[in-house]
């Protein structure tokens, strides 16, 4: 097994923060930007339906909320363990509707958007691993790593 010394995991873990920062912002905000047309988008999705409007409003304001954990040293573990369950669920949602055989479009922000819902799931795949890495350097770190 490779050992890493402290700042190593540091560097890792806010290396993996910073990564998911950009990404919940960047999708938050294109969220905000089209709330009207991501509402809509969810009101067709089996899944979500009539609470279109909560989710359209709660999915980029949860993004924002885990953001500012993020960026707070001391609230950055929680912010990777939050980023982990949020990517974690999107890619479940995801795999049911390519299961479904939907064909809604994806509004999950910007460029993300222009993904087909397989590689979508690829996508969050990969920052699911970046999540994943970030929360092992912190639970093998007895300490928090600094700012």
């Known amino acids: 097994m490779i050992q890493l010394k402290e700042t190593q995991k540091t560097a890792i873990a806010d290396l993996a923060a910073y990564l998911l920062l950009a990404l ?24 979500i339906g009539n609470l279109n409007k909560i989710a359209a409003w709660s999915i980029p304001i949860s993004e924002v909320v885990i953001s500012s954990l993020l960026i707070v040293t001391a609230t950055r573990k929680l912010g990777l363990y939050a980023a982990l369950v949020l990517l974690v669920i999107f890619t479940i949602y995801l795999s049911f509707m390519v299961l479904s055989g939907s064909k809604l479009p994806c509004h999950c922000g910007g460029v993300v958007s222009a993904l087909s819902w397989k590689q ?28």
């Open 24 to 47: 919940l912002i960047y999708t938050a905000a294109s969220k905000f930007f089209t709330i009207d047309s991501f509402a809509s988008t969810l009101a067709k999705s089996p899944l």
């Open 120 to 147: 979508h799931i690829w996508f969050n795949i990969a920052f699911i691993s970046v999540a994943f890495i970030g929360t092992l350097m912190y639970s093998r770190n007895t300490s928090a790593p600094k700012a």
